[in-house]
């Protein structure tokens, strides 16, 4: 994370907090109120992150921008200068812009991966700039993986999990502590058997295409990192898929998406998924033809 | 037909019309991912040359994808007037460009020869057109439709309000619209993608975007951009849709991948139009984009230009209200850079515009494209000029729940500002009403959202 994107969140709550003790009418980009919300840096409690910056000068309902503001991690309420954001908005979607590049080009904390047991196979991706342009690659395991998969994970699971970098590393290593363990419980809840669980470096999700030929399980999960966006540069998705094999169309796989603590929250997903599992089961079906 | 040209002494002797169109098209990595693309500068123009003197009669004998193969083809083929077909078979590619790009070719001109025209020979013209050329052409054309209102005037340019948000929370939604509102945006559509594509989910959200219209008599539609099936559940159940919503492929098999085909859209078509809340008489949104169809590997060795051209006669059937190319969405497979994206945006635009499509476009990039926010002004601003129907409004650009970045509330009222254009005439009477807009210029009040609490 930027340091000086959290100092700029940092200013912009304290700068709130504020505002509630003086009940000022507006907040402005002063550099003067800057260094003042500098000084009373300890003063702030550690729950301040509700807190939002008030940037609409004159609303017709001040408590009501707040609600709107808090409801929402969309970038809302936050005026304008003629018909242009901002200085201090427009700076701040590129600072965020920035994180999310960064992202792109992270590597999975080894850590997670074997506290979790996930042994490692690799797609035929080379390297991330190849990775971009060719997703191709990234859906079919080396002839290494393969050979490793066949070694060491039981064929015909029930249910297969899999998990993959994709597009966020960062993804993989903020939501997988907290999927992961609830998605073991939720299947075990529904009596459900997991087959031997992995990591794929460099996946895309039609890998499960190629993995299911591989293993044949019933219904593969694939946890994967999202395209980082701005608001959310570790999302992670799940793509579910009954009975995957060559050939299989998008409209055949299930997809829980935005996976982080601001969005689907990962232990909730992680339940869900399983509810998904035991659906797809029950109806021999996922996709668009799954009734939920 | 001679497929055969000489460039810069070197001989070039191309296989097929598939080849042709392919290695015309200017560089885009979908191409090259496809392993059709043009070899080098020189192949692209020795194609570019054959192309030119080609005709459209050449183009239609020798179909990329036979109708008798794919149901795309057969609707494309079927809607050919044969008649204004016959008066301009003989031209080449070359003179439709120069006819399409003549002063005393206008609106009326295009619109007929359009009626002759099959997607493969629109798309064929792209090839041979600068950036300016395709800006200069599709601003000639006008394309007006009406949902609940008309959009798509001349010196009309409309928003759709994309109030995302990442658990389709309710309020989320609601507040994100206000702002959108409050910045005169939502003329086009207020327009969700749910996340969760459920039935009840997609009718919580058109009941809660209905509400405020109702509330405060905004004239415009809505729609939830679930997967076409999800919708027509939740219309069945009493869901208050305007619109329906589909994207669309340029191939029966791509469209597979989406999970639809020409029967569904039909059902769909008379579903809407008996239960749906709409006016009309134009019911649709749909949306396309360069390397859909390759991303499903349903693309046959077509470029996606050819494709792209595909998907909007295969939308012509339908009488859309609004179709957008979603252009820097699908990723840097398809279209690497900005260089690529803005290409891609006139020629979707124009593509769209020659097939009497109510064409709007999402200025967009992921993160993983060699792209930034400064591309997605300088395109458009481009469209803007060329008479787009409508971007998308997302706040600051970010969509909290797609992941990727657009064009802004900001955005659209700055075009407007700079180009001389005006919201949907409804639209800005409303907005006068509401004492957001006055003369075409926002008022004081806008930009603030509690005005709709």
Redesign the interface.
């Known amino acids: 994370m930027n340091p000086s994107l959290e100092l700029e969140q940092f200013v912009d709550r304290v700068m709130v907090e504020l505002e509630r003790k003086f009940g000022s009418d507006t907040l402005t980009d002063d550099p003067k109120s800057e260094s003042v919300s500098m000084e009373v840096k300890g003063a702030v409690s550690a729950n301040a992150s509700t807190l939002t910056t008030i940037k ?1 000068p ?5 408590e ?2 707040a ?3 808090e ?10 200068t ?4 901002l200085t201090k ?1 427009m700076l701040k ?2 600072c ?2 920035a994180a ?2 960064d992202s ?1 080009y992270g590597e999975v904390n080894e850590q997670i991966l074997s506290r979790f047991d996930l042994f490692t196979v690799e797609t035929r991706y080379g390297n991330t700039e190849n990775y ?5 690659m990234g859906r079919i395991v080396t002839a290494a993986g393969e050979e490793l998969i066949r070694v060491k994970c039981r064929s015909h699971p029930q249910v297969q999990v899999v998990v993959s970098d994709g ?1 966020s590393a960062n993804a993989i290593d903020a939501n997988l502590p907290d999927v992961y363990p609830s998605l073991l419980d939720s299947l075990e809840a529904y009596g459900l058997r997991a087959g031997t669980p992995f990591f794929v470096r460099g996946g895309r999700v039609a890998v499960m295409d190629h993995i299911g030929e591989l293993l044949e399980p019933d219904v593969l999960v694939l946890l994967i990192g ?8 570790r ?1 992670m998705s799940a793509y579910l898929c009954y009975r995957p094999r060559k050939g299989t ?3 055949d796989r299930t997809v829980i ?2 996976i982080h603590p ?3 929250p990962p232990v909730e997903a992680g339940a869900y998924i399983g509810t998904l599992v035991h659906k797809m089961l029950e109806q021999k079906t996922s ?2 033809h799954l009734d ?1 | 037909m001679n497929l055969t040209t000489t460039v810069l002494g070197q001989t070039y002797q191309l296989k097929s019309m598939k080849e042709v169109l392919a290695k015309a098209n200017e560089e885009k990595s979908g191409d090259q991912l496809a392993g059709i693309a043009a070899e080098d500068a020189k192949e692209r123009m020795a194609a570019k040359l054959i192309l030119s003197d080609l005709t459209l009669a050449d183009i239609r004998n020798n179909p990329l994808l036979p109708p008798e193969k794919d149901e795309v083809s057969r609707v494309i083929e079927n809607a050919i007037n044969e008649k204004i077909y016959g008066e301009i078979r003989n031209w080449s590619v070359a003179e439709l460009r120069e006819y399409v790009l003549r002063q005393d070719t206008g609106n009326d001109q295009i619109r007929r020869i359009s009626k002759g025209l099959t997607s493969e020979m629109v798309a064929a013209c792209t090839k041979l057109m600068s950036n300016l050329d395709l800006v200069q052409a599709a601003a000639k054309v006008e394309v007006v439709t009406h949902c609940n209102i008309s959009i798509g005037q001349r010196g009309v340019l409309s928003g759709r309000a994309q109030p995302n948000h990442p658990t389709d929370n309710i309020q989320g939604i609601k507040a994100s619209l206000f702002e959108a509102l409050s910045y005169g945006i939502g003329d086009a559509v207020i327009g969700i993608n749910p996340v969760i594509d459920s039935a009840d989910s997609v009718k919580s959200i058109l009941l809660a975007t209905k509400e405020v219209m109702e509330k405060w008599s905004i004239p415009t539609q809505n729609c939830v951009l679930a997967h076409i099936k999800t919708q027509m559940k939740a219309i069945r159940q009493g869901a208050p849709a305007d619109m329906v919503f589909q994207s669309l492929a340029g191939t029966e098999d791509g469209n597979r991948a989406f999970g639809i085909d020409v029967a569904l859209l039909d059902e769909a078509d008379e579903l809407i139009a008996r239960e749906g809340t709409g006016t009309g008489p134009n019911l649709w949104y749909f949306e396309t984009g360069q390397g859909s169809e390759l991303s499903a590997e349903a693309h046959y060795g077509i470029d996606q230009v050819t494709l792209e051209a595909r998907c909007y006669g295969l939308a012509r059937k339908y009488k859309p209200f609004i179709v957008n190319t979603v252009v820097g969405f699908i990723g840097p497979e398809y279209l690497y850079d900005s260089k690529q994206v803005i290409r891609a945006g006139l020629e979707d635009h124009f593509m769209g515009k020659m097939q009497q499509i109510p064409m709007g476009v999402d200025v967009c990039y992921t993160n993983h494209m060699k792209a930034d926010q400064n591309d997605m002004d300088n395109l458009a601003v481009l469209l803007a000029a060329a008479g787009v129907n409508y971007i998308i409004g997302a706040p600051m650009a970010d969509d909290c729940m797609l992941n990727y970045q657009s064009t802004s509330y900001h955005d659209i009222a700055t075009l407007r500002e700079t180009m001389r254009l005006r919201p949907a005439p409804e639209f800005e009477r409303w907005l006068n009403r509401m004492g957001l807009m006055d003369n075409g210029r926002l008022t004081p009040l806008a930009g603030d959202p509690t005005l709709f609490m």
Request: no cysteine; proline share 8%; glycine share 12%.
């Open positions: 609409v004159k609303p017709k309902w001040q009501g921008l609600e709107l503001i409801s929402t991690p969309a970038r809302i309420g936050v005026w304008r003629g018909t242009r954001p908005e979607f590129r965020d812009h999310a590049i792109i971009l342009k060719r997703p191709d597009l999202e395209r980082p966006g701005l608001v959310s540069s999302s169309v998008e409209s998406s935005n601001g969005g689907t996709g668009i939920l």
